[in-house]
């Protein structure tokens, strides 16, 4: 167990609508990581917050946006979703910038279905 | 910009034999780590093994290992005695510098372990 939590584990909704899903990072953990892995692909880095605070952002369309609250806890909401939005959604924690040779922990993904 | 780059999209080894999983990466950055992850079919993300840029010897973990190569800048994992529960997709990743703190992942190998 990475000790990140992410829910819903799996989520079906139509074309056109809006999704949150919501990770609550490791403790101890003061960055959060959102990425996207489509059917058989890679890991696309979307965006990351520290301690509340965009800190990177990568692959992410206008569509979809993020925030980690005070308790750094985050979400990612999903908008006028696309059937291409289907796909494995990560979420991963570390404990901070500056420490690169920290692994990223991973939760055990939301899989969004867009029908 | 950086870029992971996993030339194998499948591998099969024989069980109880060795195995190299290739990794190159490209950066300007002097100061970087260099990941690996297993994902099994059941989709969750594990963490294995570490290497950093400045690191003179080649980390070790259990029966992983990496093969670091900094001057043809490679990182390829190495499974030894492998176990039918190896079977995964693998993938390589990095993390440049203290300041740059999102990780960028490869395309993926998928280890299929023959009994």
């Known amino acids: 167990d990475s000790g990140v939590t992410q829910t819903p584990k799996h989520l079906i909704t139509a074309t056109g609508q809006r999704v949150t899903l919501r990770c609550s990072p490791r403790?101890?953990?003061?960055?959060v990581y959102w990425y996207q892995q489509s059917l058989d692909q890679g890991l696309q880095f979307l965006i990351q917050?520290?301690?509340?605070?965009?800190?990177a952002k990568g692959n992410i369309l206008e569509r979809f946006s993020a925030q980690q609250f005070p308790d750094l806890h985050s979400e990612l909401n999903l908008s006028s979703l696309e059937l291409g939005d289907s796909a494995l959604y990560f979420c991963?924690?570390?404990?901070?910038?500056?420490?690169?040779?920290?692994?990223?922990?991973f939760g055990n993904g939301t899989r969004l279905t867009v029908t | 910009a950086q870029k992971i780059t996993q030339t194998q999209p499948g591998m099969f080894v024989q069980e109880k034999e060795a195995v190299t999983l290739d990794c190159t990466y490209d950066?300007?950055?002097?100061?970087?780590?260099l990941f690996w992850y297993k994902q099994p079919s059941s989709g969750e993300m594990i963490f294995l093994i570490y290497?950093?840029?400045?690191?003179?010897q080649n980390a070790t973990e259990g029966r992983y290992s990496l093969n670091f190569q900094k001057a043809r800048k490679s990182a390829n994992l190495v499974i030894s005695a492998s176990q039918l529960g190896d079977s995964a997709m693998y993938f390589c990743?990095?993390?440049?510098?203290?300041?740059?703190?999102?990780?960028?992942f490869g395309a993926g190998t998928r280890l299929t372990v023959k009994p």
């Open positions: 290497q950093g840029s400045y690191d003179q």
């Open positions: 950066t300007s950055d002097p100061s970087y780590g």
């Open positions: 990743a990095m993390r440049e510098g203290p300041h740059n703190n999102d990780m960028r």
């Open positions: 403790s101890g953990d003061l960055s």
């Open positions: 917050y520290y301690n509340g605070e965009e800190r």
């Open positions: 991963a924690s570390s404990v901070a910038p500056g420490q690169g040779n920290s692994p990223l922990h």
